[in-house]
């Protein structure tokens, strides 16, 4: 294995200028998806954890500002994120409290908010997927196009003459398969993540709604008898 490695480091360093070029940008685009798969992973992580909790809460039993501290205890959650706009903007406002299409209204645009802010930098593994095996070939043609120019040169067919360009096209070729494959798979992963997070929000939207049109319906009897009660005071 270490004569390997010692071996695989030799092809590399008597590649071509433009075949390390190509190494080079395949290693960035590597680092760059590895780096967006841990970050989405971590990310997508804590809003399955998140699920699970809100999965055994009903949200029809708190009212706003208890349901706020609730969520407090995961904030990064895309539900936590949108219920604090919708706390800001509706509830503490009060100035929209009991328009139904105004929440409803705030709950979509929250909604798309956080599931554009989930799904940024996804299509950076989308295009690292689709470039990196094309520009592997790049440096595959120019390897073997190296081998073709050292048989020209060197007037043999020996693998001494043409074994470095293949060495550096096939170097080019599995360095072009590591950046896209994890790039794909982290891909169709993170979409499936990410519809899961739409269910949720689209429920808690729902749940909030049907929770707030209740809040209401219990409040209105309440008022009325209030009002009652002051006239029969005035009289």
């Not at 969520?71 to 328009?99: C, M, W």
């Not at 989308?126 to 592997?136: C, E, Q, R, T």
């Not at 390897?143 to 080019?172: K, Y």
Request: no cysteine; proline share 3%.
């Amino acid at each position: 294995m270490d004569n390997f490695t010692l071996d695989l480091i030799t092809l590399v360093r008597s590649a071509s200028g433009l075949a390390k070029v190509v190494l080079v940008i395949l290693l960035a685009l590597s680092v760059l998806t590895w780096g967006i798969i841990i970050e989405k992973a971590w990310i997508f992580w804590r809003g399955k954890k998140a699920r699970q909790n809100f999965a055994r809460i009903n949200w029809g039993k708190f009212e706003p500002e208890g349901l706020r501290k609730l969520l407090s205890a995961f904030p990064q959650s895309a539900v936590t994120r949108v219920y604090n706009k919708i706390f800001l903007e509706y509830f503490s406002a009060h100035r929209l409290e009991g328009d139904e299409d105004a929440l409803t209204r705030l709950l979509q645009k929250e909604g798309s908010a956080q599931l554009a802010r989930l799904e940024s930098r996804l299509g950076i593994l989308a295009s690292v997927g689709s470039a990196s095996p094309f520009i592997g070939l790049f440096g595959t043609v120019w390897g073997v196009m190296r081998s073709f120019l050292n048989i020209g040169t060197w007037g043999s067919t020996s693998i001494a003459v043409v074994a470095p360009g293949i060495a550096e096209a096939l170097i080019a070729t599995a360095a072009g398969l590591a950046a896209a494959i994890p790039a794909v798979v982290a891909y169709n992963y993170f979409l499936g993540k990410l519809k899961d997070e739409s269910r949720a929000l689209e429920e808690f939207s729902t749940d909030l709604i049907l929770a707030e049109r209740a809040r209401h319906r219990h409040r209105e009897p309440v008022l009325r008898g209030s009002e009652t009660a002051s006239k029969g005071l005035l009289r």
